[in-house]
């Protein structure tokens, strides 16, 4: 997953800076901010934030006690992986994640009317799945960075991420296992079918970066970003209603919900990926292009059938650092940031919509909006 | 795992052949055979042949149902793995396994009292774990071969052997979650518990296999073997017996009995590994003593302070196809053959011990014993 993450203490970005994705959603689901618990700071992230903390200090513990819990190299591998402790075993600063999934969960839940710390167990299992598939795509992918540290692979080789991994997918269903709340066998049905998605996401992705650039679909593309992205996060959103004691249609409604604010995530840290700047994104610039990634913008212009896009097709995959500009701007000029922006802001309106289907009070909705305007706008 | 697989329709292989490993149990546990569905045929392996073919009738269409749920490309591996599939998708006549863990929770559940037919389920979600881990194992082992067949990983890469096994598992967690039966959520506890054990247990094994032979113990690699081939033995008696409804005490000496039959089975295979019958094992002659694997009667002999076994460790590993004989030969001199017997009949007995703790009656106990006498007679 190309998920990016921004540094500790980092301002909060701006909607601006990722030029003009600003959902049309806010002003129609939430006229007014209830203020409550979180603040009424939503429309600068502020909101978001704060319940972020408050779920990873709700989720932490939980998250410590269960990997605590694995035998000894495994144990070892997660701790590093999770950023708890350095290769060596030494306690390290790092902090897990920003834990948007188990944020997701408990503010689903919340908005149902659920207990949040009721939940708590089921988002630490989200966010156990969450990592699984990071150590496994890491080794799939070969990326060597991951949370500005060195992928657990690069430091205990193949087989122990393989394994820990295993391990981490295992612990999830476990802690969903031992929960004693009546909605933990239906969140364990759907978020192991959600891994089924997972898998079969990441083989699509990485079949289509080895196919000719002429031979994928921005459809295929988009399949992807919804199979590895929007999947575990419509998951979250879907525990967090089951959990609340919601009917069918809710829980489906808050699925699609995460979904679509998956999707526009995606198109949105893809678009990050060219133009954001590299100190925000920990990665050095153009490296999506450089390595030739079939990106949601780079495809948009590569289909787009105009003059620029034929430029780029030139040029792509196999760029050279001189070449990075050069690329860039063909993409620009072919429409594909455009698209890409317009794409994300279409996927926030739906996903707004499908939120008021699920909880029609604005009010009650606030929290799961504000997480899915900051993993839209923070590129997080 | 280093399971090799007999083919199908072969003659059992008897006690005999496998020099004197006739665990001194079935008097104990089971003088008068009870006839009954399975026949009164275990002392040559019938009775077990007998329970493993039901098992397959009864368990592999929930397998299979599982498995075609899968999409596109997790299906195809997964299908082609099982032996049911060529890797072009023809139909294949390939047998999906033995089926001895779910022959296991089907007899444990019956021994207990239980319904076979509510422990299907349970019983796919244990095959399924175990080839899960298959998958990876060979990944991680780089082995080539399982079943007679390439490997999946040496057909589909990497990549999509990792995801198939990662989509595996997720599988078996969600067929237990789908289960209604008031057990499945306790099953998939003790199942997850039991995936990290088996996690760690690679992990040590390919430590272990990268370290000189002078710095391995023999307990080291028994507890391996128990991680290895005892958990997932051991975890199938459990599930039968939580689906059975039995008590705490009763599950736990099903485990152990599992357990111990596992580690009796692994010491046989080894022995069968050096000394078996190339036609039966599906391995070239010596493939164990050539890859340099440090087997149970390997580590037994370098670790036995002989003559023979001071002469193992001038040869091991680094064997030409010439050494294999020599080999073999002074690890029979240096006692590791005769360790091993001896320590499969111990740990048979030990078995046999648990499981009339479990199941005080021998007629109720005979179809888990003539299981359990079956895989440690025929390295299966």
Chains 1, 2 share one sequence.
């Not at 009317?113 to 795509?137: M, Q, R, W, Y």
């Not at 990634?293 to 760029?319: C, F, N, Q, R």
């Amino acid at each position: 997953m190309s998920e990016r993450m921004l540094a500790v203490g980092e301002a909060p970005r701006t909607a601006g800076e990722v030029r003009g994705v600003v959902p049309p959603a806010r002003a129609g689901v939430h006229d007014e901010r209830a203020g409550g618990a979180a603040g009424d700071s939503g429309a600068d992230g502020q909101e978001a934030a704060v319940l972020l903390d408050r779920t990873r200090e709700a989720v932490e513990p939980e998250l410590r006690r269960a990997v605590d819990s694995l035998p000894g190299t495994m144990r070892r591998v997660v701790t590093y992986h999770f950023g708890w402790e350095h290769a060596d075993g030494r306690p390290a600063a790092g902090r897990s994640g920003k834990a948007i999934r188990p944020g997701l969960v408990l503010a689903a839940a919340r908005a149902l009317g659920g207990s949040p710390t009721a939940v708590v167990k089921a988002a630490a299992a989200v966010e156990l799945v969450h990592n699984f598939t990071l150590l496994h795509d890491d080794v799939i992918d070969r990326d060597s960075t991951r949370r500005h540290r060195p992928t657990a692979w690069t430091v205990f080789g193949d087989a122990d991420a393989i394994l820990a991994g295993d391990a981490l997918q295992a612990l999830a269903l476990r802690v969903l296992a031992d929960d004693q709340h009546p909605a933990a066998g239906a969140a364990a049905a759907r978020l192991a079918a959600c891994v089924v998605e997972l898998c079969e996401g990441q083989h699509v992705d990485t079949a289509l970066e080895e196919r000719p650039c002429d031979q994928v679909t921005l459809d295929e593309c988009l399949g992807v970003a919804e199979a590895k992205t929007g999947a575990l996060l419509g998951c979250a959103c879907a525990v967090g209603a089951l959990y609340a004691g919601a009917g069918q249609d809710e829980v489906e409604a808050m699925d699609a919900f995460g979904r679509q604010a998956g999707l526009a995530f995606q198109l949105i840290d893809d678009v990050i990926g060219i133009w954001g700047d590299p100190a925000r994104t920990g990665k050095p610039v153009g490296a999506d292009l450089l390595a030739g990634k079939k990106s949601l913008p780079v495809v948009a212009a590569l289909t787009s059938d105009t003059a620029a896009g034929a430029e780029l097709a030139e040029l792509y995959p196999g760029l050279g650092p001189a070449d990075v500009g050069r690329a860039a701007d063909a993409i620009d000029r072919a429409g594909g940031r455009d698209w890409a922006q317009a794409q994300a802001a279409e996927r926030m309106s739906q996903a707004v919509g499908q939120l008021s289907r699920a909880v029609p009070d604005p009010d009650l909705a606030g929290g799961l909006l504000a997480l899915a305007e900051f993993v839209t706008r923070r590129s997080s």
